[in-house]
């Protein structure tokens, strides 16, 4: 059986005046919040800071909030004049080479970290449940000559990695999302791994300009809430290394999330001015910045992300009793890709209060500047992440690699490995 494209039309077309409505009121509801958000950006700090100002005013989590730092704003909110801080430069360009041009200026002796991960799940193929999983990493030094370090790491999951006790103690069972858990946690112990090596050649003078580490993901794992205790506990434990490494080394971190859906700027309006908005739904940020974002590169002023908990649980003592740090993820939206998206960066708080490299004036603008020109290079996302990407990636024929691999190893060793008939029935015909 194939696709039945007629029928798919056909239920299209009975429902385009459903559409069109669903669009016009969001159109509506986009324009309401983007007159919201000019308005809310010339209150300042303090105003919007203001517990009786934020609808019941004991709310933890009111979405977003201005930075501050022992109970002083960090100027750019207040300074700045409003929520969006163009990108001047971009207004000049006539061609991607003059794009170019700019960006290995500004990234020319910048150390750059990129990292990424991948996975071959538990196979079905065989009675043996066993995976792999794998990290890697690139340290792009962006000098005229060409310097770029890539390395892999992989490493195998047993089935006692990949199986759960049952609630009844009877027997164990095969967990396949403990594939990517485990992917996680060795992603994370790679960054943590190279930002450690990075901060040591800069503290022995052999990097000249500040390294920065860009993350393919959020550091705010509201993903998590979903995911049982020891779960969650495990992926916040990640996080926390890696957020504590950043604090502890001071090595600017940046989490990089593509095509972003977050909301927090919008939770913030609705509680700012909640007769306004009433019981109308949520949407992203995106929706309404994008309309306010003129120029390539523009970005948002930092702000606090007050999302949820898991915010709060990056911080404070580690479960390890290997950290203890304090501090705030910030976040600020980018316009940088194609189209009208917006991509979304988050980073520790210590970025903003830290003085910057000669030129700029915090370590956030230096970061930031150099997350743009990279995301430049790469015409819309950065490059060193798509090069970390296809560093890691686990195809299909990695995968029948793999496959074979393991069926050697069981023959050399005598391991009564024994394919499933089902598995085998599909190979066969596909």
């Excluded at 043996?128 to 690139?138: D, M, R, S």
């Excluded at 993903?223 to 001071?250: C, G």
């Excluded at 927090?264 to 309006?269: E, H, S």
Aim: contains cysteine; hydrophobic residues 35%.
């Amino acid at each position: 059986m194939v696709f039945d494209t007629r029928s798919a039309a056909a239920a299209l077309d009975e429902n385009v005046e459903d559409v069109e409505e669903y669009l016009r009121e969001d159109d509506d509801l986009v324009e309401r919040y983007r007159e919201a958000f000019t308005e809310v950006s010339a209150w300042g700090s303090a105003r919007i800071n203001n517990a009786g100002e934020i609808g019941s005013g004991s709310e933890s989590y009111p979405g977003a909030k201005p930075p501050q730092s022992d109970g002083v704003f960090t100027p750019e909110f207040d300074t700045h004049g409003g929520l969006i801080h163009g990108h001047e430069e971009s207004e000049t360009w006539e061609s991607h080479e003059a794009v170019n041009d700019w960006a290995r200026d500004v990234l020319r002796g910048v150390p750059m970290l990129a990292t990424d991960g991948s996975e071959i799940p538990p196979t079905t193929q065989f009675n043996l449940p066993v995976a792999y999983v794998q990290a890697a990493w690139c340290l792009n030094h962006h000098v005229p000559e060409g310097r770029l370090e890539r390395d892999l790491d992989g490493q195998l999951l047993t089935p006692a990695e990949l199986s759960r006790e049952a609630d009844d103690g009877d027997y164990r069972f095969v967990d396949s999302s403990l594939v990517g858990q485990r992917r996680y946690e060795h992603e994370g112990e790679t960054v943590v791994r190279r930002m450690e090596a990075l901060a040591e050649a800069r503290d022995a003078g052999e990097l000249d300009r500040p390294p920065i580490v860009l993350y393919d993901g959020p550091l705010v794992l509201s993903f998590t809430s979903v995911f049982d205790h020891e779960t969650r506990r495990r992926y916040i434990e990640t996080m926390r290394e890696i957020v504590a490494a950043s604090y502890e080394r001071r090595v600017p971190l940046v989490g990089y999330v593509a095509g972003t859906d977050a909301s927090d700027l919008v939770k913030m309006v609705r509680r700012l001015q909640p007769e306004t908005f009433g019981e109308n739904r949520i949407i992203p940020d995106s929706r309404v910045l994008s309309g306010l974002m003129g120029t390539w590169g523009d970005r948002t002023v930092p702000f606090v992300c007050r999302r949820d908990g898991t915010v709060d649980d990056l911080f404070g003592s580690s479960e390890r009793g290997d950290h203890d740090v304090s501090g705030e993820v910030l976040f600020s939206y980018l316009n940088v890709p194609p189209g009208t998206g917006l991509d979304r960066i988050e980073f520790p708080d210590w970025l903003v209060h830290e003085d910057g490299p000669e030129g700029y004036e915090t370590m956030y603008d230096y970061t930031i500047e150099m997350v743009r020109a990279e995301a430049a290079v790469g015409r819309g996302y950065p490059e060193l992440l798509q090069q970390a990407d296809s560093d890691a990636v686990l195809d299909q024929q990695d995968r029948q690699r793999f496959h074979r691999l393991l069926q050697n190893w069981a023959e050399e060793h005598d391991i009564p490995l024994e394919w499933d008939a089902k598995a085998l029935s599909k190979e066969r015909r596909r």
